[in-house]
């Protein structure tokens, strides 16, 4: 049997590391966004006080006994790490986990009156709802007289680089906008992707969402190409079950897209009118499965998603989080091959992301090179740099 390549998992507790600055900085900082963004009452203001504490200087406790979903985080490592600092055990379980207390905090489990308040809504919404979307929606009158090779490639470059748009992300990163005039793919796989698309000619295409409004859109606009061009018959569409990483799309936030785009002129409407009668006759679906929150690799999915993927022509994958499950969330050597890390995945895989934490893989050592000669490690998590890969 091959050996599984394996590197070591990343924790927060290295000060001065990108993981200990969103668990001591960025996560305090969407606690105080949240507060200020409704008028929570004080029961929920001491909740969201007490996580502030919890979250810095706290351990993980075990979720109460009648928690709903105690089950399943229990399945997911919760009584392994407790009593245990947050800055102690995989980052990536500590944010997760992190995302579930918030929801707690704020009633979003219920049962109760804020049952179901994204607490994130407002700034999802002011997001869609901002000049630049109208920009971005306006351009598409442009793409439409041009061949439809071009238009999807531009638009496969449009949701790439929209996972730059990520709320969570713009807390903590202050100024990288600029920095990022010169955008640059580290790998680029994009025309192996466009092979297999055209391989499976009426097949199914599976994509993992990321974020909500100026990702979400793009995400969409290039479905719905892909479905008027015959390139693909279906399309299924994975959302979070629950709000997660500030900007995650939610089955809420992709009605709120749709509804932006019908409600547009021009090309815009006429892409949401194609995804809106999509949705209603079966060829585009919704997934909000509860493993798309849990704290684990994609590695460890359980068997009903991973008949999901294998069933895919291709399997495109967004974002960072996303990435960072899809690879493990380890200090892997940036030269380490994509193909070799995601043998596991059931069926061929795309992973579209711009780089905004320290993992990465599959880059040529020359690439490599030339990234830390410019900008020591930093080109790692500004989220100035993106990349296509791609296992087939
Ligand atoms: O998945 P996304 O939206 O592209 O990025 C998520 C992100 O902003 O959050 C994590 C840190 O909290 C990192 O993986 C990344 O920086």
């Known amino acids: 049997m091959p050996d599984t390549p394996t590197a070591p998992v990343i924790l927060g507790n290295r000060p001065g590391s990108f993981p200990h600055s969103v668990l001591a900085e960025r996560h305090p900082a969407i606690i105080r966004q949240v507060r200020d963004a409704f008028p929570y009452e004080p029961g929920q203001r001491h909740a969201l006080d007490a996580l502030l504490a919890d979250c810095t200087e706290g351990t993980i406790e075990p979720l109460p006994a009648d928690a709903h979903d105690r089950g399943r985080w229990t399945a997911w490592g919760m009584d392994a790490y407790a009593g245990r600092s947050w800055y102690d055990v995989p980052w990536l379980w500590s944010e997760s986990w992190f995302y579930r207390q918030l929801l707690q905090a704020v009633g979003y489990f219920g049962p109760g009156p804020w049952q179901g308040i994204d607490p ?30 071009e238009r999807g490639r531009a638009l496969l470059h449009g949701s790439l680089w929209g996972n730059r748009a990520d709320l969570g992300f713009r807390l903590s990163a202050e100024g990288t906008a600029r920095a990022a005039a010169v955008p640059a793919l580290v790998a680029d796989d994009g025309e192996r992707l466009w092979e297999l698309l055209d391989a499976s000619r009426a097949g199914t295409l599976v994509l993992v969402a990321d974020n909500a409004g100026r990702e979400l859109v793009p995400d969409l606009l290039l479905v719905s190409h892909l479905l008027e061009q015959g390139t693909i018959g279906r399309a299924v569409l994975h959302v979070k079950p629950y709000p997660y990483y500030v900007s995650d799309a939610t089955t809420a936030d992709v009605v709120d897209a749709l509804r932006r785009l019908t409600g547009a002129r021009g090309a815009a409407a006429g892409h949401g009118r194609r995804l809106w009668d999509a949705l209603s006759d079966g060829r585009l679906t919704l997934r909000a499965h509860p493993f798309s929150c849990s704290p684990l690799p994609y590695e460890e999915m359980p068997g009903d998603l991973r008949a999901d993927f ?16 899809l690879v493990g969330d380890r200090t892997w050597p940036p030269t380490m091959p994509f193909a070799d890390v995601t043998g596991y995945f059931p069926g061929p895989v795309a992973a579209l992301r711009t780089l905004k934490s320290d993992v990465v893989i599959g880059l040529a050592p020359a690439t490599e090179e030339a990234l830390v000669a410019a900008a020591e490690q930093r080109w790692r998590t500004g989220g100035t740099h993106a990349l296509i890969q791609v296992r087939a």
């Open 310 to 325: 294998a069933g895919a022509a291709v399997t495109v994958v967004k974002g960072d989080l996303n990435y960072r499950r």
């Open 120 to 149: 994130f809504r407002p700034s999802k919404r002011a997001e869609l709802d901002s000049s630049a979307t109208d920009d971005e929606l306006a351009a598409l009158d442009d793409l439409a007289g041009r061949p439809a090779d």
